[in-house]
């Protein structure tokens, strides 16, 4: 894991080096489900625009996965397949992305504090 997983109370998320999101059961420990982050994805270069990942969490049962280029994957965090993909931020996340008072929150590669409702 190139993270810290995140564990639910039936589940642990993690993503591997090989670009893999994987789903565990906690009880048994059996994959539930694994997914390549790219695989549904059709352009093949926006892998290397969307860089290294900054920080992957949980948010409104989802699985957000964010790059230090700016870009945000949101993928079902029932059986991992991927709900959208966008550029949230020019300057790129320069920091861990933080939620409070139902606004996400991150700093980016400039310093600015930005914020999202």
């Given at each position: 894991s190139i993270f810290k997983p995140i564990i639910t109370s039936k589940y642990t998320?993690?993503?591997?080096?090989n670009d893999l999101l994987i789903c565990l059961?906690?009880?048994?420990g059996n994959v539930v489900w694994s997914k390549n982050i790219f695989v549904d994805i059709k352009k093949k270069k926006f892998k290397?625009?969307?860089?290294?990942?900054?920080d992957f969490k949980i948010v409104n049962s989802e699985i957000n996965i964010y790059s230090i280029n700016g870009y945000?994957?949101?993928?079902?965090f029932n059986n991992g397949n991927l709900i959208s993909k966008?550029?949230?931020s020019k300057s790129g996340?320069?920091?861990?992305?933080?939620?409070?008072?139902?606004?996400?929150?991150?700093?980016?590669?400039?310093?600015?504090?930005l914020k999202f409702n």
């Open positions: 998320y993690a993503i591997l080096k059961d906690n009880i048994s290397n625009k969307f860089g290294k990942i900054a945000l994957l949101t993928f079902n966008q550029k949230i996340i320069g920091s861990e992305v933080i939620f409070l008072d139902d606004n996400m929150m991150f700093i980016d590669r400039r310093n600015k504090l």
